[in-house]
C-alpha cells in the first residue's frame, strides 16, 4: 500500500498529543474539495471525541522519524432512505438481506456504513501520495474489520455531481452506484448518493 498505513485519529491523539496531532491535520490541503479540507482541519478531532464518526489518518513514517499524512477518510453508522423505484432488481434483493421495503413510503430504510470524508492530502510530495484506489482499499481495510465484529454489508457515500468524481466511484475497482440524491441544508448544493455492498 505505498507504505502507507490507516490510523485511528484517537490512537493518533494518545499517541502524539493534541498539539502535534492539530499540528499534523493543519498540514491538510484538498483545493478541490474544501468541505474536506475544512473537517480535516477544524472538526474532525472534535467529532471523534463526540462518537459522531472516526477519521482516519492515512500516514507514512519517514526514515527521520517524520509522518507524513497522505490522505483521510471520514467512517460512520447512519440510516438511510434507498427508493425502490432508483434500483435494479440486483440491488434490491440485496438490500432486502438488510432492510425491509416500507410499502407506504415505498423505500428501504438502511442501517449502513457511511463514507462521510474521502480525501488525498494535496501538499505532500508526490512520492508521498497515495492513490484514489488505495486510499479506498484501505478504506474498505477498516470497514471489513468492522464488519466482522458488528455486521452490516452496505456502505454509502454522497459526491458532487462531478464526472471525474463518479468516474472514480464507479470504476470496476470501486463499484459504487448511485441509488439518489440530496440536497444539503447548509449549503442547498445537489449531492448524488451511491452504495456498494461487501
Known sequence: MNGCIAVNIQDMLKAIGEEELLDLLSDFSCPLNQEVEDFVRNKSLDFAKKKLCVTYLVIRKLGNGKTVLSGIFTLAHKAVE???????????????????????????????????????????LEEYSISGNELMDLTFGILKHVQYYVGGGMVYLDCEDIEKILNFYQSDNNRFRIFGERISEVDQKRYLQLLKFF
Open 82 to 124: 434507498v427508493s425502490n423505484t432508483n434500483i435494479s432488481g440486483v440491488v434490491r434483493r440485496k438490500l432486502s438481506r438488510y432492510a425491509r421495503l416500507d410499502e407506504e413510503s415505498d423505500k428501504y430504510n438502511v442501517s449502513a456504513f457511511l463514507i462521510a470524508q474521502f480525501g488525498k492530502n494535496n501538499n505532500v
